[in-house]
């Protein structure tokens, strides 16, 4: 694989927990200024590559290239003004305030010369703008219902003002109408900000409709990648997930939608399917 000279992209990469290989000898490129979403089945490796693009994990083998440069070559703060990373499961003090939360994503652009300015206050404003949250800014974060909480996470990975931004199953343990809402945040970050955005999700149909790019992962190894329409067929679901599907087209998007077949439902399909059922 040809190294860009922009964006984001990995070689060779092994990463492994206690000594076994999780993610082993992964080639990768998230194509800049679009939405990536990595996809497969539980204990994939799809978090711990989001660790290792991240710098949180050190690597066994080859590296992770950020500009064309390899990333544990450059400086702590230069790292973070270049590329921010929510995890799963981020956690804050008690009684901190949604607006002292976003602050904190100011903290690579602070150094002992430059303390806090106007530009600081205009960058957190505009993220507590851009995730809905400016009449919630002095409430505290325990507080706000997950969707809101979530969204305050989100702020605070914005007002860090990188260009690249890694979300880690940021629609997990939402219900559905807070999933949609983070989802199309995260589509107007990428669309009105121009941020390269490479996020793990677990639903098949939300990566479809919302990713300009999908990364489809199996035993630490990448197994397809590319636009939704060219990587996720039925195929690629049983041999991913081990699960029979039929495929249709979403009637939102024109993009591929999966239909699961269950054990009580055979290999059927739908009766009732808005659109044909497309090829493999």
């Known amino acids: ?76 703060k230069d790292l973070a003004r270049r590329l921010g990373m929510l995890p799963q499961t981020p956690s804050a003090p008690d009684g901190i305030t949604v607006l002292d939360l976003v602050k904190r994503g100011r903290s690579p652009h602070q150094s002992w010369w430059r303390q806090w300015s106007p530009e600081d206050e205009k960058v957190v ?10 009449a919630e800014a002095e409430r505290d974060l325990d507080e706000l219902s997950g969707g809101q909480r979530q969204r305050a996470w989100i702020a605070m990975a914005l007002a860090q003002d990188t260009p690249v931004l890694l979300l880690d199953e940021p629609t997990n343990h939402l219900d559905l109408m807070h999933q949609m809402e983070i989802l199309d945040l995260v589509v107007d970050l990428n669309q009105q900000r ?46 991913v997930f081990g699960l029979q599907c039929t495929l249709i087209d979403d009637p939102i998007s024109g993009g591929p939608h999966i239909i699961p077949f269950g054990r009580h439902h055979g290999s059927k399909s739908p009766r009732d399917a808005a659109s044909p059922a497309r090829s493999l």
């Open 125 to 134: 404003a505009d993220a507590l703008a851009a995730t809905g949250l400016l």
């Open 1 to 76: 694989m040809e190294r860009p000279k922009k964006g984001l992209s990995a070689e060779g990469l092994t990463l492994a927990y206690d000594g076994r290989r999780v993610v082993d000898g992964l080639d990768v490129a998230i194509p800049p200024g679009k939405v990536t979403a990595v996809v497969g089945a539980n204990a994939c490796g799809k978090s711990t590559l989001l660790q290792g693009l991240a710098r949180l994990l050190t690597p066994k083998e080859g590296a992770v290239y950020l500009d064309g440069e390899a990333i544990h070559t450059l400086r702590g």
């Open 194 to 239: 121009g941020k390269t955005i490479v996020l793990v999700l677990h639903d098949l149909n939300h990566a479809c409709r919302y990713a300009d790019h999908i990364i489809a992962m199996r035993s630490g190894a990448v197994v397809a990648e590319g636009r939704p329409d060219e990587v996720i067929t039925q195929r690629l679901v049983e041999e």
